[in-house]
């Protein structure tokens, strides 16, 4: 799974890369037409309106297959990563923590033994140990953790014996735009 920044970058590298190949074809036809071509400020002609179709076709035809490979998400790609997707800190709701399994009293809770975490009450008719329930960092992004709500209806969020919180699968789609 990638990490936001990650995903930041992945952005703004498949971003840069669409620019400069779309200026790269439009200067290439800029110099093929002798230098002729004028799209911008000074003003219009037909080799200008060709060199800027060409710089449009490139850099979308560019930007479709980066978004291909480096699987970012629309916005994260055409803001250069400047916007990023949220993280798995961001997306969790609280979760209880409990020292004792008398006080246990709700649906699901994280049981702390000496201020770690051990288990997961209420995802199973048994303590599910920490180390086997589906957690992962904060830092992850959000977008990345399909392929453990395929298997899991609940993921905890932790960064060591920090508990930030769940996410459930319901509001994980609620979150991808799904009905």
């Known amino acids: 799974m ?14 840069l890369a669409a620019l400069v190949s779309g200026l790269m074809a439009s200067g290439l036809l800029h110099l093929a037409f002798g230098g002729r071509g004028q799209f911008g400020w000074e003003g219009f002609n037909f080799l200008g309106i060709l060199e800027g179709l060409a710089f449009l076709l490139v850099f979308t035809l560019t930007l479709w297959l980066a978004k291909r490979a480096v699987r970012v998400s629309t916005t994260t790609l055409l803001s250069a990563g400047l916007f990023a997707p949220t993280s798995a800190r961001k997306l969790a709701r609280p979760v209880p923590v409990i020292s004792a399994l008398q006080s246990f009293e709700g ?67 609620r979150y991808l735009g799904a009905p």
Request: hydrophobic share 50%.
């Open 2 to 15: 990638r990490t936001v920044r990650e995903l930041r970058l992945a952005g703004l590298i498949a971003y």
């Open 107 to 173: 649906n699901i809770a994280v049981l702390l033994e000496g201020g770690q975490p051990v288990g997961v009450i209420g995802i199973a008719d048994s303590l599910v140990p920490w180390d086997e329930a589906p957690v992962v960092a904060g830092d992850i992004a959000a977008g990345e953790l399909g392929s453990l709500f395929r298997q899991h209806q609940i993921v905890f969020v932790a960064d060591g014996n920090e508990i930030h919180g769940m996410i459930t699968r319901e509001r994980y789609f």
